[in-house]
């Protein structure tokens, strides 16, 4: 198989056998993990490439990184998803490069260059970044080995070793490397699953998810990367998810939504969301216990084509307002996408009237917050129901503007407070009403009904 993706594809050569890892298995327990020093050397299968898509990541840029690195002695190779991404014939969106070289290393080297180094938060684990003719970042990690792991953190020693480094990466299409002659350095099949399109763990699934829990959601958004068919999944691997899902209650909820919305936007996110639903994800991170798994496939059916928010997709599963704010209290919304999911859920069963668009015209003025984002959530719902018509309508809908201001009520003689807020309330209702076309005085002349009426 591996030939027929070097036939297929665009590789020029094959340089070396693969060989076939097996990694010891061992016990391994519920806090950290430390690292075993691995026994067997493993020859990497290596391949050229040779792509318009690899040719452009050299930007003058990056072409005097490689020289300062050639020139001080040091090796550089491309690492990670840049890696998967040039396979797959996509071009790069972030290239992170790896080096033999320790962070001290480079920031000598880069003093003694010229180089400006920006963001030094990233040494502590081996990344400098350097800033190069003030046009481009470049982030450089030395190789290294995660010596003891909490799930969450590592704490690690820097190494010249690719295969170690490597085998602490997370799956093994993120764990290749890329030499800038072009060859490809895989040394966990990583090629050959790209070829299956399938996901899968480097080494033990177990180890790899116990040492950073945050991996259980990582699989499931480059699965909807890299797969052809919604729910083929090794067995060993969902096991494996299934038996630590518990160590999400130690990510922030943060670090999951970010991976959540990825997985939102990505392909099979209906079947995804429901494969980590069964496995038992929700309580951990902060779904309710039993989802609406019938709205949810509503949704998907009507509203996907639309490309609604991943917040308002994630909302076909909550109940209630509460189940929102529990949810928040979890991952950590921002307060726009806080509004917006129960926005969503106050809204999304509007009844059908005889125009109907007044009902979603009625809510710019009717909701508080800022005109443009009420919009977005008036748009998100009506995505939500499938309404695209609707939505063309009030996307080219010019938002009049309400004729009343608190001014002319004071000068009316209603006095601030609760009920001036319930009169401007009704008055506006009564605009919409009229299709937004009362003017001020005629609004006015209402105003001792409306005031009997709020009493």
């Not at 594809?9 to 056998?17: D, R, Y």
């Not at 799930?151 to 020693?157: D, K, L, P």
């Not at 969503?344 to 917050?369: M, N, S, W």
Request: aromatic share 10%; with cysteine.
């Amino acid at each position: 198989m591996i030939r027929k993706l070097v036939s297929n594809l665009f590789f020029k050569t094959v340089h070396s056998k693969l060989h076939v890892f097996s990694p010891s298995k061992c016990s391994l327990p519920n806090t950290s993990l430390s690292f075993v020093p691995m026994s067997t050397s493993i020859i990497p299968f290596t391949m050229k490439i040779d792509l318009p898509q690899f040719r452009a990541i050299f930007t003058p840029e990056v072409k005097e990184l490689v020289d300062i690195f050639r020139r001080h002695g040091y090796e550089l190779r491309i690492a990670g998803g840049a890696v998967r991404d040039l396979l797959m014939h996509f071009q790069p969106h972030d290239v992170d490069f790896a080096t033999t070289a320790t962070p001290d290393q480079m920031k000598e080297m880069f003093q003694v260059e010229g180089v400006r180094m920006i963001n030094t938060k990233g040494e502590k684990h081996g990344t400098v970044t350097v800033r190069i003719n003030e046009k481009q970042n470049l982030e450089v990690t030395t190789l290294r080995i995660d010596v003891k792991t909490d799930g969450r953190h590592a704490e690690v020693e820097f190494t010249t070793d690719w295969q170690l480094d490597a085998n602490r990466r997370d799956l093994t299409i993120n764990s290749m490397f890329l030499g800038l002659d072009g060859t490809v350095y895989d040394y966990f099949h990583g090629i050959e699953d790209l070829e299956k399109r399938r996901v899968n763990f480097v080494g033990e699934p177990r180890q790899r998810i116990q040492e950073d829990y945050l991996r259980i959601l990582r699989y499931f958004r480059f699965y909807g990367r890299i797969a052809v068919e919604p729910d083929n999944h090794e067995a060993t691997n969902l096991t494996a998810i299934r038996e630590n899902l518990g160590g999400l209650k130690g990510i922030s909820g943060e670090r999951i939504w970010v991976e959540l919305k990825k997985i939102l936007m990505g392909n099979y996110s209906k079947d995804l969301i429901i494969r980590m639903l069964d496995l038992g994800i929700a309580p951990f991170i902060g779904l309710p216990d039993t989802p609406n798994l019938d709205e949810l496939h509503k949704v998907y059916e009507r509203a996907l084509f639309l490309q609604p928010q991943p917040v308002t997709l994630l909302s076909s599963l909550l109940d209630s307002e509460n189940e929102v704010q529990s949810l928040h209290s979890r991952l950590k919304f921002s307060n726009y996408e806080r509004d917006l999911a129960l926005f969503i859920v106050r809204h999304r069963d509007i009844k059908d009237c005889e125009t109907p668009l007044r009902p979603y015209q009625a809510l710019v003025f009717t909701t508080k917050g800022k005109l443009g984002d009420i919009q977005e959530w008036v748009c998100e719902v009506l995505k939500y129901r499938g309404e695209d018509q609707l939505l063309d309508k009030f996307r080219g809908w010019q938002v009049p503007k309400f004729p009343i201001n608190g001014h002319m009520l004071l000068d009316k003689g209603v006095k601030g407070g609760p009920r001036f807020t319930r009169i401007m309330t009704r008055l506006r209702e009564i605009w919409v009403d009229s299709n937004f076309e009362m003017t001020s005085d005629e609004l006015l002349q209402q105003l001792p009904t409306v005031a009997e009426e709020v009493g």
